[in-house]
Structures are given as C-alpha cells and as structure tokens.
C-alpha cells in the first residue's frame, strides 16, 4: 500500500491511496478465511487408528462421542468459560495477566469436536490387568488419545487437547452412561501456525524439563 498527495479542483490538497496487489491479495484472504473443513473420512480413519492402540486385557474401554449439535457446542463452550473464569481467579496476582492472555482452547474456531471416555462398566477384556490397578482403564483410554494425536499429525492436522471443563457438566452435556469417565474434550482442525516450540513456552509461562529432572535412578 502507498500513499501520494494530490491537488483537487478546489486548490486544496487530499490523499490518494493506492492499493497495489499484495495487499488485495492478503485482504482476500483476511475476508474469505475460514477454519478449513477436514476431509470427508478423516475423522472416522483416525478413529479407526485410534482403536489400534494397546488396551489393559484388549478391553477398548474409549468412547468416542462426536459433538455436531450446536446447542451442545455452545453449552461446552458456555462451561468452559466458566471454569476458565474460575481458574483465572485462582492464579497467583503476578501471574494472572499473562494467564488471561493465553489461547487455552479453539472451540470456535475448529470445525470438528469430540470428547473420549472411558467405560469403566465395559465387559470385553474380562477384567485381565486391571483387578490390582482399575485405573488401567483410563490409562488405555488415553493411549487411543494419544495413538489418534501421532496419526493427525501425520497428516498434518492438529488435536486441541482441553481440560478446562467440569467433567460432570460435560458427562450431562454429551448424555452419556453413568459408567462412562471423561478422559478430555477436543478439538480438531489444521492448525492455524506450526511451531517446535510449544506456544506456553513461548509464551513465557512454562518450559519443558531436562531430561535429568524427570528421571530418577535406583
């Protein structure tokens, strides 16, 4: 974009401004962006790859519930409003200005959302595993998770991760069994910036551990 000065009729003077393509080209796409729809069958293939992730005595206690209906989208996002308002009063003084400038969740802008749970009433696997340590259930519900993450981002798709939620607001949102426990609700879409460097880290509010301080020898 330039600007040049010019003389009108009436002697006085007025600015011109001239929009060179550039800039018309980067308006377009600020006016026509939109969050890209993911591919018809994405979905349903990375929760096909999900479910081949280990499971405590191939139990498969995940279950995925698939959030279309708006109403329901608006009461997550209402809930998690709430709760993030809670957490921001909970922060330390020095640090609650720079808690409310984080990006914790894109529930507007992704165009798909699911939450997982675990089932912990589920038959298949006969209980193998799981009799000294039951939480082994959750636990393999985080690795179709995490098996579903390692596949989107294969494809380059991201996977929003958000537990700013009251688990037992979400379980009635989403009307689901009683036996059913909220491993996380998320949100899937391409990623509006790809980065090395988590955007916490680089936000100033954490950075990853060394190596040392996570691993302990006996």
């Avoid at 800039?23 to 600020?30: K, N, P, Q, T």
């Avoid at 393999?140 to 380059?156: D, E, F, I, K, N």
């Avoid at 491993?183 to 879409?189: K, N, R």
């Avoid at 460097?197 to 060394?210: F, I, K, T």
Wanted: proline residues 6%; neutral net charge; glycine residues 6%.
């Amino acid at each position: 974009m330039t600007m040049r000065l010019t003389r009108r009729k009436d002697g006085l003077a007025s600015t011109a401004i001239h929009f060179d393509a550039a800039f018309r080209g980067r308006l377009r796409d600020l006016l026509m962006w939109r969050p890209d729809p993911l591919p018809s069958g994405t979905l349903e293939s990375l929760i096909e790859l999900a479910c081949l992730a280990p499971s405590v005595g191939l139990s498969q206690p995940w279950r995925f519930v698939i959030v279309e209906d708006p109403a329901r989208r608006a009461a997550v996002r209402d809930n998690f409003a709430a709760c993030n308002a809670d957490a921001l009063c909970a922060q330390a003084p020095q640090r609650a200005g720079l808690y409310a400038r984080l990006k914790l969740e894109g529930l507007a802008e992704a165009p798909v959302h699911f939450a997982v749970f675990a089932d912990r009433a589920t038959p298949q696997g006969h209980g193998l595993g799981r009799r000294t340590m039951p939480e082994m259930i959750e636990y393999s519900a985080v690795t179709a998770v995490h098996t579903m993450w390692l596949a989107a981002r294969a494809q380059g798709i991201g996977l929003g991760w958000i537990s700013i939620l009251d688990p037992a607001a979400i379980a009635t949102i989403l009307d689901v069994p009683a036996a059913w426990k909220l491993i996380g609700y998320f949100c899937l879409g391409y990623p509006e910036v790809e980065d090395t460097v988590p955007e916490l880290e680089q936000a100033g509010w954490e950075q990853r551990s060394a190596i040392s301080a996570v691993t302990v020898w006996r």
